[in-house]
């Protein structure tokens, strides 16, 4: 698993053994999710929450985002994700919360420009988090999920309107998209 574009192309992050924690996003599904968002990357406060090893987040940090929050509740994954961000040089940048995501969700502000999303498998996560996100992403913001392909995930979510799906042999790409205020 490495960094794929940016300050921090070419590095190489570690990741936890096993996919009892994380599940690391492969290569080719990463570069099509940052793809689709590259010109919103650039200056955004991104949001990486289930974060693992923080692969999502590190990239966008090595894209431009200007901050990341990365929330992950096992305590090895934390673990990872702050040794990660410093051998990728973006702790600067990172905030790290080894907490429940929906208790981080609870008390969380944002905004948030792009949130990242990538939970654990078949627990039907999204469906569940999608609604407590809406309220802290910004106008004109994105939502990104990854998910197995049969995952359901619903039209609308608070004011997160789906825009697109993108399938990769067994992995589905959603994303949501906030309207900006006019």
């Known amino acids: 698993m490495r960094v794929i574009a940016g300050t921090a192309r070419g590095k190489v992050l570690k990741a936890l053994?096993?996919?009892?924690?994380?599940?690391?996003t492969i290569d080719r599904v990463k570069e099509a999710m940052f793809s689709s968002v590259q010109f919103l990357v650039p200056g955004a406060r991104?949001?990486?929450?289930?974060?693992?090893?923080?692969?999502?987040?590190?990239?966008?940090?090595?894209?431009?985002?200007?901050?990341?929050?990365?929330?992950?509740?096992?305590?090895?994954?934390?673990?990872?994700?702050?040794?990660?961000?410093?051998?990728?040089?973006?702790?600067?940048?990172s905030k790290l919360h080894n907490?429940?995501?929906?208790?981080f969700l609870a008390a969380a502000r944002g905004p948030f420009d792009l949130v990242l999303l990538d939970p654990p498998f078949g627990h039907d996560t999204l469906a569940r988090v999608l609604p407590e996100l809406s309220r802290i992403v910004a106008p004109g913001g994105v939502v990104l999920c990854e998910s197995e392909?049969?995952?359901?995930?619903?039209?609308?979510?608070?004011?997160?309107?789906?825009?697109?799906?993108?399938t990769y042999g067994r992995i589905l790409v959603t994303r949501y998209e906030k309207r900006a205020q006019d």
């Open 17 to 24: 053994p096993g996919q009892e924690i994380t599940r690391p």
């Open 46 to 93: 991104v949001l990486d929450l289930f974060a693992g090893s923080g692969q999502l987040g590190i990239e966008a940090l090595s894209r431009g985002a200007v901050t990341c929050d990365f929330v992950d509740a096992s305590p090895e994954a934390f673990a990872v994700v702050r040794e990660n961000c410093r051998a990728a040089r973006v702790e600067m940048k």
């Open 99 to 103: 907490c429940d995501a929906f208790a």
């Open 149 to 166: 392909r049969e995952a359901f995930l619903p039209e609308t979510a608070g004011e997160l309107a789906r825009a697109r799906q993108y």
